[in-house]
């Protein structure tokens, strides 16, 4: 998918990118590049693979969710950005925090904000676990967003304790979710979770499935969650 697509396959769903937006991409796609050399970001590097398996699969996110309505994201373990930098890009309105555990990524992400030019963007040091602890940060995001980061049992301990009473907590997948939502299940549930969709599709050009989970916060989390680093990954809410 080379630029030129990307932006017309946006546009079927109802996203039109300004010439500053496809300039900021643009300026993404470089710098993820350049910086790769230097510290591990993602496998591809191809501006055809970027462009479809990093910016519009986490766009994709938009097509299910509403993203012009002002808001506070959370992106748990964006590493290179994604989702949440080219969902900025594509909504400039919204603010985004960033937790990463790799201080190099954070490193990438202050220069690649600055690169973009890009306001109401934050970026935290830290573990999911910690960082759902934080009075400051817990039950105060409208949307939380993770994408390829845990199944969804873990993911949602590491998750849910960040959205506020009434938000989102978005689930991006590849074809295994069904299986990791009955999995899952459990954990949603005690988190204070309620499964409101499950959105499936075929990304272009591969027709490989994604699905884009999006669980809605009914209620507090238990305090005593997410549990201390590594202990969600080893013993799953179940």
Not at 126 to 151: H, I, L, P, Q, W
Request: charged share 25%; with cysteine; net charge neutral.
């Amino acid at each position: 998918m080379n630029p030129t697509q990307f932006a017309k396959a946006l546009e079927k769903q109802g996203i039109t990118l300004t010439e500053k937006q496809m300039q900021q991409f643009d300026t993404y796609f470089k710098t993820l590049v350049e910086w790769n050399e230097k510290i591990n970001l993602t496998a591809l590097t191809e501006e055809e693979d970027v462009y479809l398996k990093h910016f519009y699969d986490s766009i994709s996110a938009a097509f299910y969710h509403d993203f012009t309505a002002n808001q506070h994201i959370c992106d748990v373990g964006a590493g290179a950005g994604f989702p949440s930098i080219p969902l900025k890009i594509c909504f400039p309105n919204i603010k985004v925090t960033i937790v990463d555990s790799l201080q190099k990524r954070i490193g990438f992400l202050n220069h690649l904000a600055a690169q973009l030019e890009l306001t109401d963007v934050a970026f935290y040091h830290d573990r999911a676990e910690t960082f759902g602890k934080n009075g400051k940060f817990r039950e105060s995001f409208d949307t939380v967003m993770a994408r390829a980061v845990a199944r969804m049992s873990v993911l949602s301990e590491l998750c849910i304790p960040l959205v506020k009473k009434n938000g989102v907590f978005i689930a991006m997948k590849g074809a295994q979710a069904t299986e990791e939502l009955e999995s899952g299940k459990t954990a949603i549930e005690v988190l204070g979770g309620e499964i409101e969709s499950t959105n499936t599709f075929t990304l272009p050009e591969e027709n490989s499935e994604r699905s884009i989970v999006i669980v809605r916060k009914k209620r507090q989390s238990p305090k005593k969650y997410p549990r201390k680093p590594g202990t969600p990954n080893k013993e799953p809410i179940e």
